[in-house]
């Protein structure tokens, strides 16, 4: 009996363990026991269930946290994209309606000079990198022109034999003066003798002023760059021959050519812009400080265009000689919608904008009603506050061919 007593007490304490660690296994680790857990203890208990509340919320608003720094970093992100893609507000502005002609960018006539030989001889460069398009300071030896191995007009003879008659004139009016004061000798023969002086010191001057090594130095007239070269080394030259022609570069003409159909609004045309073959950027007379100079009041014979004439400073990026598509602006309408004509895409024939919207970019169809070559005025299919893409507007395009916003897009 005692044995069976002792068995029955033994199972019952086994259950009551096996009972506490089930327990200790629920919740956030702390101990549920009420029969052996003092009052104190109790609390703790609770404070224990604050503590994984509190880290439960912590861990919520620190997700909350990094979810605004991400809206945050949206709207940074949308104000860069706006600089990225270029987006204008649109409003009413000035627009000059133009005329598209063809054009050639030229010399400025007082803008070049040719230099000549001031002597015969044979050409010699002064540098082995003379070319077409050197750049030449003012002063600056181009060629020097010797007599080599030629018995006649030989440079140096000429040189030496103009330096031995000025000394004998210098001598011979020297000797006239002290005797015409002595009155041995007459007026006339006195002035006689100052003028083979004069004349002789002229010649010798002029022969020595650019006189060097044996040779004849050719000097650049003023600062520019060699337009064109029309002698070869080593040719024999005449005096009065063309050798260079030298462009100061600093202004440049514009020579438009309007069709005769279109002669009615010349009274009307003040400035341009014109477009260059090379880099495809856009000019405006106005802003190279250039001035409508004249247009022909009749046409060549066998043409059927009018010149229109603009000066031009050159910034040092126009190449004279260059043909050019021009845009003659003449009556200007002051409330015009025109956007850059960078914003437009063709599509069949049909061209089309961006215009920023809630679910992102719009695209929308418009009509155009002329350009500057600049700007494009709008006929249809915007108005007065839209906000329009005008630079990487391809990006977006292929953006929507992909099925995916741009990253600028924004969802509100």
């Known amino acids: 009996m005692k044995i069976f007593s002792i068995v029955a007490i033994i199972a019952i304490a086994l259950a009551s363990c096996q009972n506490n660690q089930g327990h200790e296994l629920l919740g956030c680790g702390h101990d549920h026991s009420h029969d052996h857990t003092p009052a104190k203890a109790k609390t703790n208990t609770h404070v224990h269930t604050d503590e994984c509340d509190h880290n439960h919320d912590h861990e919520h608003a620190h997700h909350h946290s990094h979810a605004a720094g991400a809206d945050d970093h949206k709207e940074h992100d949308h104000g860069h994209d706006h600089e990225e893609y270029g987006v204008i507000h649109v409003s009413e502005v000035p627009f000059s309606q133009s005329v598209r002609v063809g054009g050639e960018i030229l010399q400025s006539p007082g803008d070049e000079q040719i230099v000549v030989a001031n002597h015969d001889g044979l050409v010699f460069f002064a ?120 462009a100061q570069n600093s202004r440049l003409v514009v020579k438009a050519e309007m069709p005769q159909r279109a002669a009615a609004s010349l009274g009307n045309i003040r400035t341009a812009n014109f477009i260059t073959p090379y880099n495809g950027q856009v000019f405006s007379t106005q802003e190279l400080n250039g001035k409508l100079i004249s247009w022909g009041k009749s046409t060549a014979q066998g043409s059927y265009y009018i010149p229109v004439i603009f000066e031009i400073d050159n910034r040092g990026d126009l190449i004279s000689g260059t043909y050019i598509e021009v845009y003659l602006k003449s009556a200007t309408e002051t409330n015009s919608i025109a956007i850059p004509k960078t914003a437009l895409l063709e599509e069949f024939g049909n061209y089309y904008v961006f215009v920023e919207s809630h679910e992102g970019w719009e695209k929308r169809y418009v009509h155009i009603d002329g350009t500057d070559g600049k700007m494009v005025r709008i006929a249809q299919g915007l108005k007065v506050g839209d906000h329009v893409a005008t630079a990487n507007v391809s990006r977006i395009k292929l953006s929507q061919m992909s099925g995916q916003l741009p990253e600028h897009a924004h969802v509100h």
């Open 127 to 246: 540098s082995k990198s003379m070319q077409e398009g050197v750049a030449v300071s003012q002063n600056q030896t181009l060629v020097t022109l010797t007599s080599g191995a030629l018995v006649h007009d030989n440079l140096e003879a000429g040189f030496l034999e103009a330096k031995a008659q000025y000394e004998k004139a210098k001598v011979d009016y020297e000797r006239a003066q002290k005797l015409v004061a002595d009155t041995i000798i007459s007026e006339g023969q006195y002035l006689d003798t100052k003028l083979a002086y004069e004349t002789s010191q002229l010649t010798y001057n002029n022969i020595r002023r650019n006189y060097e090594n044996g040779g004849q130095k050719v000097l650049a007239p003023f600062s520019g760059f060699v337009k064109r070269i029309h002698i070869a080394e080593g040719e024999f030259v005449q005096a009065g021959q063309p050798l260079f022609t030298i």
